[in-house]
């Protein structure tokens, strides 16, 4: 079975505060496909990154980073120095190798206050 | 914008209605899926179409069909409209099956009254 928990329904903020959004999922498969999508209050869901069940390095863009680790089946996101613009829901998302069908979380809501 | 475009952006219908939502991939793109965004079922797969042809389908109800066409947009028809299909309909494209990720549109929120 493939599942996504994202634990943290909504998180709530400072400006300049650090914040670190979980995600935890379930698998059978070796080899598999871990990304994070952002939906601001506008709608539209916005691609962030994609990791692959091989790649487990961590990656740092800007004031975002991941973490990424097959020993506690978790995929990490943090804000660092967040913003207002960073509010928004944010959803993790497995795909399996065998499926080509994404299986997103429930997603966290995170309000960054001025 | 993303290259994908999904019309019409809001729509609003009566219980028992049939409506289409249209979606036109990414250049290049030859996958679609779409997507069903409720607030109590979160976001749900309903169906993916490669090159016209369907490849995996998920918790689409009977009542709701889609196609991919040659030039490779999508329909999704919804039918016998019911006040719970009420949500917003993601339709997303990538190049192959998705190992990349997906490009999303901006969606089309259904109103059913």
């Known amino acids: 079975a493939q599942k996504v928990t994202q634990a943290q329904t909504e998180i709530s903020v400072v400006e300049k505060e650090d914040v670190t959004l979980d995600c935890v999922y379930e698998?059978?498969?070796?080899?598999?496909?871990l990304f994070w999508y952002k939906q601001p209050p506008s709608g539209e869901l916005v691609f962030l990154i994609r990791r692959n069940s091989f790649d487990e390095q961590n990656e740092i863009s800007g004031r975002y980073s991941w973490n990424f680790q097959k020993s506690t089946s978790s995929f990490n996101f943090t804000i660092t120095a967040s913003q207002v613009v960073d509010s928004a829901v944010y959803f993790c998302a497995l795909r399996g190798f065998y499926f080509n069908k994404f299986y997103f979380g429930s997603g966290t809501k995170l309000n960054v206050k001025p | 914008d993303s290259g994908v475009t999904q019309t019409p952006k809001h729509l609003i219908t009566a219980t028992g209605q049939r409506v289409t939502l249209r979606c036109s991939p990414r250049s290049g793109d030859l996958s679609v899926y779409w997507y069903q965004q409720s607030l109590d079922q979160g976001l749900q797969f309903l169906i993916h179409y490669y090159n016209g042809e369907e490849r995996a389908k998920g918790n689409i109800l009977e009542r709701f069909s889609a196609q991919q066409f040659p030039d490779l947009h999508s329909e999704l028809n919804l039918s016998s409209l019911e006040l719970g299909d009420s949500a917003l309909y993601f339709c997303?494209?990538?190049?192959?099956?998705?190992?990349?990720?997906?490009?999303f549109g901006s969606g089309t929120r259904l109103t059913v009254v």
């Open positions: 997303a494209s990538s190049p192959g099956q998705g190992e990349n990720g997906y490009t």
């Open positions: 698998t059978r498969d070796t080899t598999y496909y």
